[in-house]
């Protein structure tokens, strides 16, 4: 059974605090990793999927980046708008197994 | 296009009723799943189905029913409604090598 696990629970950063998310992960065998942004009372929205270790992705402040045992969300300069929890997944694009998530807080 | 509408979007059942919670998507996709959301635990799998007239069972399936007689719906049905599943469920669909789930905005289920 596959395990995603991510830390912290939360994370309260002032405006242009950089700072990074972990997401690690147990699998038989890995299809995909991926990484999703929620905002409250919404649904969550897609944001990169990572298929190989050494593989990164951008998407304006944030980068994500993969090893054979864990995942990076890397936020950088962070602004206030940036402020939601982020999820991270493995499987493939049908079926997912999730973590519980980290709330990011940006401080304007 | 409305991407995936799920309806409603609030509900109050009572122990025992039973009810189901509407799912469509209008982007022709193949994949669609129902996914259970609950503070702490992140979303867990109920039930999800890889193209009309084939479903499967997720990680959470007990009390719950689906089927796919289209591609555009997705219905999950609570059998016997009970307490523990008060939660936030969501809908989401995709496509066979497009990465990424569009999900729903959800419907939040409370069972008293």
């Known amino acids: 059974e596959d395990q995603v696990t991510q830390s912290p629970e939360a994370l309260r950063l002032q405006e242009g605090e950089s700072s990074s998310l972990n997401c690690s992960y147990t699998v038989s065998g890995l299809r995909g990793l991926f990484w999703y942004r929620q905002d409250p009372g919404k649904g969550p929205e897609f944001l990169f999927t990572l298929y190989s270790a050494g593989e990164e992705k951008e998407k304006e402040r944030l980068k994500a980046t993969l090893t054979k045992k864990e995942s990076f969300l890397h936020i950088t300069a962070p602004k206030p708008e940036d402020s939601a929890t982020y999820l991270c997944a493995v499987g493939t694009d049908y079926k997912l197994s999730f973590g519980a998530g980290t709330t990011v807080t940006v401080r304007a | 296009n409305a991407g995936v509408t799920q309806t409603p979007k609030f509900q109050v059942l009572k122990t025992g009723q039973s009810m189901t919670l509407q799912c469509a998507q209008d982007?022709?996709?193949?994949?669609m799943s129902w996914y259970r959301q609950d503070p702490g635990m992140g979303l867990r799998l109920i039930h999800y189905s890889v193209g009309a007239g084939i479903t499967d069972q997720g990680e959470v399936p007990n009390g719950y029913n689906v089927s796919r007689s289209t591609t555009e719906d997705f219905p999950l049905r609570l059998l016997s409604a009970a307490p523990s599943q008060t939660s936030v469920y969501f809908c989401?669909?995709?496509?066979?090598?497009?990465?990424?789930?569009?999900f729903g905005s959800g419907t939040r289920l409370t069972v008293v």
């Open positions: 982007m022709n996709h193949e994949y």
């Open positions: 989401a669909s995709s496509e066979p090598g497009s990465p990424g789930y569009t």
